[in-house]
T-cell receptor, first 115, second 111 residues
Framework: DVKVTQSSRYLVKRTGEKVFLECVQD?????MFWYRQDPGLGLRLIYF???????EKGDIPEGYSVSREKKERFSLILESASTNQTSMYLC??????????????FGSGTRLTVV | GQQVMQIPQYQHVQEGEDFTTYCNSS?????IQWYKQRPGGHPVFLIQ?????EVKKQKRLTFQFGEAKKNSSLHITATQTTDVGTYFC???????????FGKGTMLLVSP
């Protein structure tokens, strides 16, 4: 069965800490995405990647960075965590680009609380 | 940029009643996808529509893509308690664009 695994289900960090959220997919998908989900705001795209070592900014990249050193792994980094980054973070992957894009497979999410 | 609006935000129905959620894009879409997120869960891909006027069915769920490829709908016939969750549409523009998600419609079904 197709799988996207996020390293932590729940995470509590202090303001100013550097935070790493890890995501691994076992489907050999080219595309990987990081979203945050907040009540009333829906799913907002932070960063995405179409290939190894490649990254593109999404709609809300400020305060975040990403790393994709291997095809199966896409990491989200909060350089200096702030309370307004408290959220549910969802990783997703998909195959193909453009018009023939396929459905996204989401991980179970990491609920991050910054105190 | 591209915007995808979804209505209603929330709907509460009695089991057995029908349910419809609507999705409208500010721009023409190359395709549209639908996802379901159960309470406490993550979005799960349901279907993709590509052609103008396309209609697809999955058991009690009927998905439509508008002729102008700017709107879509999901209709559930005779809801069941297992249909509870939030339904998201997600539209893709042309080229190598990413999906833009609507804010979702939360469906509550009372037995």
């Amino acid at each position: 069965d197709v799988k996207v695994t996020q390293s932590s289900r729940y995470l509590v960090k202090r303001t100013g800490e550097k935070v790493f959220l890890e995501c691994v997919q076992d489907m050999d998908h080219e595309n990987m995405f990081w979203y945050r989900q907040d009540p009333g705001l829906g799913l907002r795209l932070i960063y995405f990647s179409y290939d190894v070592k490649m990254k593109e900014k999404g709609d809300i990249p400020e305060g975040y960075s990403v790393s994709r050193e291997k095809k199966e792994r896409f990491s989200l980094i909060l350089e200096s965590a702030s309370t307004n980054q408290t959220s549910m973070y969802l990783c997703a992957s998909s195959s193909y680009r453009g018009l023939s894009g396929y459905g996204y497979t989401f991980g179970s999410g990491t609920r991050l609380t910054v105190v | 940029g591209q915007q995808v609006m979804q209505i209603p935000q929330y709907q509460h129905v009695q089991e057995g009643e029908d349910f419809t959620t609507y999705c409208n894009s500010s721009t023409t879409l190359s395709n549209i996808q639908w996802y379901k997120q159960r309470p406490g869960g993550h979005p799960v891909f349901l279907i993709q529509l590509v052609k103008s006027g396309e209609v697809k069915k999955q058991k009690r769920l009927t998905f439509q893509f508008g002729e102008a490829k700017k709107n879509s709908s999901l209709h559930i016939t005779a809801t069941q308690t297992t249909d509870v969750g939030t339904y998201f549409c997600a539209g893709r523009g042309g080229g190598y664009s990413t999906l833009t998600f609507g804010k979702g419609t939360m469906l509550l079904v009372s037995p």
